[in-house]
């Protein structure tokens, strides 16, 4: 099983960024899907998630406003976390999770940092 991240970098203030991760080994379309982040000296914490079927749930309020965007691709195997707005304190490494009755898979990460 693989879930590989991609889409992280610097981006000042502001900016956006889209998140991918691809999946191997896994009927994808039976998983639930989630992204997670994990700041310095802080715990791993939720971003959001999206289910087979597309229900999302997001953990902040600011997903509220339209700042982060969950998604998925079944033909492609593929989460998607669009960011939008970024802020300095975003700045973390967002790692990609697969979910379902019996398994639970991690990707590496992926380094996000919001800095001017």
């Known amino acids: 099983v693989q879930l590989a991240e991609s889409g992280g970098g610097l981006v000042q203030p502001g900016g956006s960024l889209r998140l991918s991760c691809a999946s191997s080994?896994?009927?994808?379309?039976?998983?639930?899907m989630g992204w997670y982040r994990q700041a310095p000296g802080n715990q791993r914490e939720l971003v959001a998630t999206?289910?087979?079927?597309?229900?999302?749930?997001?953990a902040y309020a600011d997903n509220g406003e339209g700042r982060f965007t969950i998604s998925r691709d079944n033909a492609k195997n593929t989460v998607y976390l669009e960011m939008n707005s970024l802020k300095p304190e975003d700045t973390a490494v967002y790692y990609c999770?697969?979910?379902?009755?019996?398994?639970?898979?991690w990707g590496q990460g992926t380094q996000v940092t919001v800095s001017s």
């Open positions: 999770k697969a979910a379902s009755r019996f398994n639970t898979y």
């Open positions: 080994g896994i009927i994808f379309n039976l998983y639930e």
């Open positions: 999206i289910t087979s079927g597309g229900s999302t749930i997001y």
